[in-house]
């Protein structure tokens, strides 16, 4: 059964730098389009970052331009570099399958951007 293990999270200055790392397995995961979701206390999971099998690429407006999505399918991770963050940014970071195929969530990773 598919698990996902996020990690890298942590806290961070406005304006500094962070990776996220996602571990996935028990799937073949090189067939699917991975994504980084994230929710903020009180508020709905949204989808910030895409990347498809194919290596295309698509970001939520909120974050375009500063976030980064990379896969290694050797490796069966996926990762988001993070920069210029925000304090908007706050929230727990999941990976998953893109939405068509969402497998069961991890733990995540908490990100916190404050000075």
């Known amino acids: 059964q598919v698990q996902f293990v996020e990690s890298g999270g942590g806290l961070v200055q406005p304006g500094g730098s962070l990776r996220l790392s996602c571990a996935a397995s028990?799937?073949?995961?090189?067939?699917?389009?991975m994504g980084w979701y994230r929710q903020a206390p009180g508020k709905q999971r949204e989808l910030v970052a895409l990347i498809t099998r194919g290596g295309n690429t698509n970001y939520a407006d909120s974050v375009k331009g500063r976030f980064n999505i990379s896969r290694d399918n050797a490796k069966k991770l996926v990762y988001l570099q993070m920069n210029s963050l925000k304090p908007e940014d706050t929230a727990v970071y999941y990976c998953n399958r893109g939405g068509s195929s969402l497998a069961s969530w991890g733990q995540g990773t908490q990100v916190t951007v404050s000075s």
């Open positions: 028990g799937s073949i995961f090189s067939i699917y389009a």
